[in-house]
């Protein structure tokens, strides 16, 4: 198991019972930025949120703050760093269910596997030509109800 993930280990009960309800603040600030393609604010607001929560909801954030890492990546056609954001961002999302505080967790692990999809076959020297309409935003749902 890597390093980053030995101190996150929730167990399934841990991440049902984190789900219902909203984010906070600094969450919600860094979802928006993430949907209005401010990548790296994105990351500064979901690093804040994850630094003041101590339950395992901070993991959740973590994967989104790679997944927008990600991005901003492609965006700079640096195609190791995309693939590495990838690799880390799906470890953090794994584990949560597709519907979490409001977040399609869901449809983005699918989103950033289609973009790491397209920009693995376009390859570094094609990034140039990757399509910015691939990604995409976090997409909402209600919140979750207490089981």
Known sequence: MPLFLREFNPSA???RAACPGTLPEAAEEGLRLFNERQFWHAHEALETAWIKE???IRGLYKGILQAG???LQIERANLKGAMK???RSQVWLAPWPDHCRTVDVG???ADVEAARAEAQRLGKDGLA????ALLKPVRRVPPVEVL
């Open 107 to 109: 449809a983005l692990r």
């Open 54 to 56: 101590p339950g395992v």
């Open 13 to 15: 009960e841990e991440i």
């Open 85 to 87: 954001m990838y690799m």
């Open 69 to 71: 890492v990600m991005y």
């Open 129 to 132: 030509e990757f399509d910015p």
